[in-house]
């Protein structure tokens, strides 16, 4: 129903900061709560943060408050991940994901229905 493009990765320097995006299209953007997961090599996918459909609520995990922001702009059908403090261990593939059912919680990734293809981000040290 929805298709979902992640953008803005790319290889950055340890404390720099990156802005990836997400493109939704094909579906009612306001109507979906939103997540970003990543998936480092050799580990399983991580969920990092969710936001409510207004953009009103927003969830982190633990491992990433303080650093990343979570937003969307509906008018856009846009979501962002503003990420700063970049460290090494940041390095994967960031993944968005969409669910447009009522309930559930953002950090079980079996809510979501739809996912983007990912953006690798790589940070040197």
């Known amino acids: 129903q929805v298709q979902l493009v992640e953008s803005g990765g790319g290889l950055v320097q340890a404390g720099g900061s990156l802005r990836l995006s997400c493109a939704a299209s094909?579906?009612?953007?306001?109507?979906?709560?939103m997540g970003w997961f990543r998936q480092a090599p050799g580990k399983e996918r991580e969920w990092i943060a969710g936001?409510?459909?207004?953009?009103?609520?927003?969830y982190y995990a633990d491992s990433v408050k303080g650093r990343f922001t979570i937003s969307r702009d509906n008018t856009k059908n846009t979501m962002y991940l503003q990420i700063n403090s970049l460290n090494p261990e940041d390095t994967a593939v960031y993944y968005c994901?969409?669910?447009?059912?009522?309930?559930?919680?953002?950090?079980?990734?079996?809510?979501?229905?739809?996912w983007g293809q990912g953006t690798q981000v790589t940070v040197s040290s």
């Open positions: 936001i409510s459909r207004t953009g009103g609520s927003q």
């Open positions: 994901a969409g669910d447009s059912d009522i309930g559930g919680s953002y950090y079980d990734e079996g809510v979501y229905d739809y």
């Open positions: 094909g579906g009612t953007f306001c109507r979906y709560k």
